[in-house]
């Protein structure tokens, strides 16, 4: 078992940014984010191994970076160049096999 705690949601204006963080009780091989808007299905935000490998989803690559910190069980999400269509509530994701954790959710809102 395992508990993810996320923190860093609000409000921002259009082209502003916001850092996600998101502690685990314990070490997960793989963490990441995901979001999901009311009425839609949740979508992959990026992820990052162990290893530090990551992957994005297109609408983020290039404002977005996904980072860990192995030793503290966290990983964090830097969202620059925020846009409306961003505005979501994030949920942190980790997965060690095919067991899978969440996060409660925490939400972001760019206002335009």
């Known amino acids: 078992q395992a508990q993810l705690v996320e923190s860093g949601g609000g409000l921002v204006q259009a082209g502003g940014s916001l850092r996600l963080s998101c502690a685990a009780s314990r070490s997960i091989f793989t963490m990441g984010w995901y979001r999901q808007v009311p009425g839609r299905q949740r979508e992959l935000v990026a992820t990052?191994?162990?290893?530090?490998?990551?992957n994005y989803a297109k609408s983020v690559k290039g404002r977005f970076t996904i980072s860990r910190d192995n030793a503290k069980n966290s990983v964090y999400l830097q969202m620059d160049s925020l846009k409306p269509e961003d505005t979501a509530v994030y949920y942190c994701h980790a997965a060690q096999g095919p067991v899978v954790y969440w996060g409660q959710g925490t939400r972001v809102t760019v206002s335009s």
């Open positions: 990052i191994g162990f290893d530090g490998s990551t």
